[in-house]
């Protein structure tokens, strides 16, 4: 038997539900701050990826997925969404419009990297990329967006842990600092670290195997490295998020993981009260680099990618995840062929009018659609019989009170409706 491949899902029964639900929220919420969608090719040009996202990173050296196609052509799928967003937006002159461009995207990113709890080889994002603008409102819009996202996904206690890399001056600044800290006690390290010590020192901190180790615990801070300009920028965006009331805290050790950050940076995370573990829902931060790196004018960007998989993990943790059991509002029953036709009718008027009907197609007795009822957890049962429709009736019984009625047919449509 073909079986899916490791470190993928099917989505399917309760959890579908609950994964069109998150859809549609996102969807609610980008409409309500005016982001409009926007679907990039799940693989690019290589080069796209290795540009923006960094040669050095883990991403690009260890987990993309990169192949030639038929012409010879070296492509990878996308490992994280803003690379697409950003050529999308210069390929086609997005730059040249008079106002700020919002995007938001919903969709799948692939990355080899060993499946474990949250973390998958084909996965699901939604994001959002703002390009054109450098105004710290901005930043904590973007912030803001997000919490408040997780927020009407009912998940609760969330924290934004955010931190500030600065100008280029001052990453430059924190970059000799952490260079001079680490260098004599690189090879008390990790191998990767010691070779992103030669590549890329700031990813350093980012590593998860030497989190919890005290040479990274004591490492130099990025806060103290920034210089006026950018100290002032960061308190701008702190004091914005106060004014949000968005609960944040500034931690020196977040730097994200992908080569393209500068200033602002961030993650969400849901606090564990029992434990106090935080569990990661999404990040980003501002690039106000990227776009000149890919060809494109001196301009601006901030965004933001949340995990999908993961947010569904947690909420089906939750006691709410019993609203989102699959269940219909109505289950139409007959016998003979002429009630058939019936069903037939009344199936579809309430199915175009909104409600989630479902009947018979195994030609099963009463007996066996009331199980079918059942198992469908349906709110009510619509019972047809010759006798009630040649007096132009029908039998509808409410499943949870068990309380039957003879309802008029032509006002059945109206009174399911006015019921549920």
């Given at each position: 038997?073909?079986?899916?491949?490791?470190?993928?899902?099917?989505?399917?029964?309760?959890?579908s539900?609950?994964?069109?639900y998150?859809?549609?929220?996102v969807?609610?919420?980008?409409?309500?701050?005016?982001?409009s969608?926007?679907?990039?090719?799940?693989?690019e040009a290589?080069?796209?990826?290795?540009?923006?996202?960094?040669?050095?990173s883990?991403?690009v050296?260890?987990?993309?997925?990169?192949?030639?196609d038929?012409g010879?052509?070296?492509?990878t799928?996308?490992?994280?969404?803003?690379?697409?967003?950003?050529?999308?937006?210069?390929?086609?002159?997005?730059?040249?419009?008079?106002?700020?461009q919002?995007?938001?995207?919903?969709g799948t990113?692939?990355?080899?990297?060993?499946?474990q709890?949250?973390?998958?080889?084909?996965?699901?994002?939604?994001?959002?990329?703002?390009?054109?603008?450098?105004d710290?409102?901005?930043?904590?819009?973007?912030?803001?967006?997000?919490?408040?996202?997780?927020?009407?996904?009912?998940?609760?206690?969330?924290?934004?842990?955010?931190?500030?890399l600065?100008?280029?001056?001052?990453?430059?600044?924190?970059?000799?600092?952490?260079?001079?800290?680490?260098?004599?006690?690189?090879?008390?390290?990790?191998?990767?670290?010691?070779e992103?010590?030669?590549?890329?020192?700031?990813?350093?901190?980012?590593?998860?195997?030497?989190?919890?180790?005290?040479?990274?615990?004591?490492?130099?801070r990025?806060?103290?490295?920034?210089?006026?300009?950018?100290?002032?920028?960061?308190?701008?965006?702190?004091k914005?998020?106060?004014?949000?009331?968005i609960?944040?805290?500034?931690?020196?050790?977040?730097?994200?993981?992908?080569?393209?950050y500068?200033?602002?940076?961030?993650?969400?995370?849901?606090?564990?009260?029992?434990?106090?573990?935080?569990?990661?829902l999404?990040?980003?931060?501002?690039?106000?680099?990227?776009?000149k790196e890919l060809?494109?004018?001196?301009?601006?960007?901030?965004?933001?990618?949340?995990g999908v998989?993961?947010i569904?993990?947690?909420?089906?943790?939750?006691?709410?995840?019993?609203?989102?059991?699959?269940?219909i509002?109505?289950y139409?029953?007959?016998?003979?062929?002429?009630?058939?036709?019936?069903?037939?009718?009344?199936?579809q008027?309430?199915?175009?009018?909104?409600?989630?009907?479902?009947?018979?197609?195994?030609?099963?007795?009463?007996k066996g659609?009331?199980k079918?009822?059942?198992?469908?957890?349906?709110k009510?049962?619509?019972?047809?019989?010759?006798e009630?429709?040649?007096?132009?009736?029908?039998?509808?019984?409410?499943?949870?009170?068990?309380?039957?009625?003879?309802?008029?047919?032509d006002?059945?449509?109206?009174?399911?409706?006015?019921?549920?």
């Amino acid at each position: 038997m073909i079986t899916k491949q490791k470190g993928c899902v099917d989505i399917g029964g309760d959890d579908s539900i609950l994964y069109e639900y998150i859809r549609n929220v996102v969807a609610h919420m980008m409409t309500s701050y005016n982001y409009s969608f926007i679907r990039t090719p799940i693989f690019e040009a290589s080069e796209l990826f290795h540009r923006s996202v960094g040669v050095s990173s883990d991403i690009v050296k260890k987990e993309t997925y990169d192949f030639q196609d038929k012409g010879g052509r070296n492509l990878t799928l996308r490992p994280e969404g803003t690379a697409g967003v950003v050529r999308s937006y210069l390929e086609n002159k997005g730059y040249s419009l008079p106002d700020v461009q919002k995007y938001y995207y919903f969709g799948t990113m692939y990355r080899y990297e060993r499946p474990q709890t949250g973390r998958l080889r084909e996965f699901t994002q939604f994001g959002v990329e703002v390009l054109g603008s450098n105004d710290p409102f901005i930043d904590a819009e973007v912030i803001s967006l997000q919490y408040k996202i997780l927020e009407a996904l009912r998940i609760s206690n969330l924290q934004v842990n955010i931190n500030s890399l600065g100008d280029n001056e001052s990453r430059m600044n924190y970059r000799e600092a952490l260079i001079n800290y680490l260098k004599p006690h690189i090879h008390e390290l990790c191998p990767d670290c010691q070779e992103r010590f030669n590549t890329n020192p700031l990813r350093i901190l980012d590593c998860k195997v030497d989190a919890q180790n005290e040479i990274i615990q004591n490492a130099p801070r990025t806060i103290d490295y920034l210089n006026t300009e950018s100290k002032k920028r960061f308190e701008t965006v702190l004091k914005y998020l106060d004014l949000l009331e968005i609960d944040y805290e500034v931690d020196a050790k977040i730097v994200r993981g992908l080569d393209y950050y500068d200033h602002t940076v961030f993650e969400i995370v849901s606090l564990d009260n029992n434990e106090g573990s935080q569990s990661v829902l999404g990040g980003g931060g501002r690039y106000n680099k990227l776009i000149k790196e890919l060809d494109g004018p001196d301009s601006y960007g901030i965004g933001f990618a949340c995990g999908v998989d993961r947010i569904l993990a947690i909420m089906k943790e939750m006691p709410f995840y019993q609203d989102f059991k699959e269940s219909i509002d109505c289950y139409v029953m007959y016998v003979s062929e002429e009630e058939k036709l019936y069903a037939l009718e009344i199936t579809q008027n309430l199915r175009l009018n909104g409600v989630i009907t479902e009947t018979d197609y195994l030609n099963k007795g009463l007996k066996g659609q009331f199980k079918a009822a059942d198992r469908f957890k349906a709110k009510y049962l619509i019972i047809l019989n010759n006798e009630d429709l040649k007096k132009g009736l029908v039998n509808v019984k409410d499943n949870a009170t068990k309380e039957e009625v003879k309802v008029d047919l032509d006002e059945l449509t109206e009174y399911i409706i006015g019921n549920l």
